[in-house]
């Protein structure tokens, strides 16, 4: 009786859970925005920061005047150097990916904090237009000093380099007269039949 009552149950859950999953696809476009930048210390000492924002349609239907536009960069820190900080699109098809790159230059030094990319598109059964929004930032260290790195000293292995090799070769030669040599083992045991 109380399997019975499981294996009811658990069909109860799966109608459910198949349920709720084609009503929750339905027929329109689920954006995914994926937002990313890296930093290029220039040889001049000024730092570029190159942004990369891909749009993917996981939606089964197509999104239609898809815009994107990120206003997270402040004029006073930061230059467009190359590419748009907007951009649009008549369609985003389903299973569809669109990509917007730019390069900044930064003016001034410090911690950023990037904000979502702001995405907006249309859906034929709504006359509202909808709004995505994309992954935020990790914060940026613009111009940040970085120290420089400490490099292998090689004036100490030229001092020492010496007393180092007749430490390990004489570790060597020990650890060879104690280790028992296997071709030995094999004479011992046929000596003994």
């Not at 000492?45 to 999104?63: H, K, L, P």
């Not at 467009?80 to 907007?86: A, D, L, P, R, W």
Request: proline share 5%.
């Amino acid at each position: 009786m109380a399997k019975l009552k499981a294996n009811l149950l658990l069909n109860a859950f799966i109608a459910l859970f198949l349920i709720s999953t084609a009503t929750a696809a339905g027929e329109s476009p689920f954006i995914i925005a994926h937002k990313k930048a890296s930093l290029t210390r220039l040889k001049s000492g000024a730092e570029r920061v190159s942004v990369s924002i891909d749009i993917y349609n996981q939606g089964f239907s197509t999104a239609y005047d898809v815009s994107l536009v990120d206003h997270s960069w402040p004029q006073d820190a930061f230059d467009v150097i190359s590419g748009n900080i907007s951009q649009s699109w008549e369609k985003l098809d389903a299973g569809g990916v669109l990509s917007l790159s730019f390069e900044l230059e930064a003016k001034r030094q410090g911690m950023f904090y990037g904000a979502p990319a702001v995405i907006t598109f249309r859906i034929p059964t709504k006359a509202a237009p909808q709004e995505a929004y994309s992954t935020s930032l990790l914060p940026l260290d613009i111009l940040a000093e970085i120290p420089p790195e400490k490099k292998f000293d090689w004036r100490l292995l030229a001092k020492y380099g010496s007393q180092i090799s007749v430490i390990s070769i004489v570790a060597l030669f020990v650890y060879l007269l104690v280790t028992p040599s296997k071709s030995s083992g094999v004479k011992a045991s046929k000596k003994k039949r």
